[in-house]
């Protein structure tokens, strides 16, 4: 006897395999980074240069601050942040606390330019929980939001990670 394929229907309604936590998370960030790939490259950006807007979205860290989110070193985040400027998306102030310090702040190009990429980034990833309830993206969201707060405040003590007020 031969088994039918399963009718689209059936699609919804049959067990999903759970990958396991490790493949899982592995998996989904790379079809989150696949997204933001796509809406950098429509903007003529870098990945790195999205991921740098995207924390100047709701904050203007020190220069430090930045390299710690980004991961990357203090000269590296330099030359990120000197290519932004010239492109005006951002901008440096000095600190009023410490002279030698440098905060860095989206302009109004950079956060235009952001409107819009967020915009797009929603569609794609839209389309990656499409198949999901309402009440699983409100979980996804809540567990999303546990996981990144515990690593900004575990990386970035000095500028903890708010929950975004839009």
Same mark, same amino acid.
């Given at each position: 006897?031969?088994?039918?394929?399963? $009718?689209? &229907?059936?699609?919804?309604?049959?067990?999903?395999?759970?990958?396991?936590? *490790?493949?899982?998370?592995?998996?989904?960030?790379?079809?989150?980074?696949?997204?933001?790939?796509?809406?950098? =490259?429509?903007?003529?950006?870098?990945?790195? #240069?999205?991921?740098?807007? !995207?924390?100047?979205?709701?904050?203007?860290?020190?220069?430090?601050?930045?390299?710690?989110?980004? !991961?990357?070193?203090?000269?590296?985040?330099?030359?990120?942040? &000197?290519?932004?400027?010239?492109?005006?998306?951002?901008?440096?102030? $000095?600190?009023?606390?410490?002279?030698?310090?440098?905060?860095? $702040?989206?302009?109004?190009?950079?956060?235009?330019?952001?409107?819009?990429?967020?915009? #797009?980034?929603?569609?794609?990833? &839209?389309?990656?929980?499409?198949?999901?309830?309402?009440?699983?993206?409100?979980? *996804? &969201?809540?567990?999303?939001? #546990?996981?990144?707060?515990?690593?900004?405040?575990?990386?970035?003590?000095?500028?903890?990670?708010?929950?975004?007020? =839009?």
């Amino acid at each position: 006897m031969t088994e039918r394929a399963p $009718a689209k &229907s059936d699609k919804k309604t049959a067990p999903k395999p759970n990958l396991g936590l *490790l493949d899982s998370l592995v998996q989904l960030s790379f079809a989150v980074h696949a997204a933001l790939e796509r809406v950098a =490259e429509k903007h003529e950006l870098s990945l790195v #240069q999205v991921r740098l807007l !995207g924390i100047l979205r709701d904050r203007e860290p020190l220069m430090l601050e930045l390299a710690k989110f980004l !991961g990357l070193d203090k000269s590296s985040v330099t030359g990120l942040v &000197s290519r932004a400027e010239r492109r005006g998306l951002v901008q440096r102030t $000095a600190s009023p606390d410490d002279g030698r310090a440098v905060h860095v $702040a989206l302009t109004a190009a950079g956060r235009e330019l952001m409107r819009g990429a967020v915009k #797009q980034f929603e569609r794609e990833l &839209s389309t990656l929980v499409g198949d999901m309830s309402e009440p699983d993206r409100k979980r *996804l &969201s809540e567990l999303a939001t #546990q996981i990144v707060i515990g690593d900004s405040e575990r990386r970035v003590p000095s500028a903890p990670l708010l929950p975004r007020s =839009e």
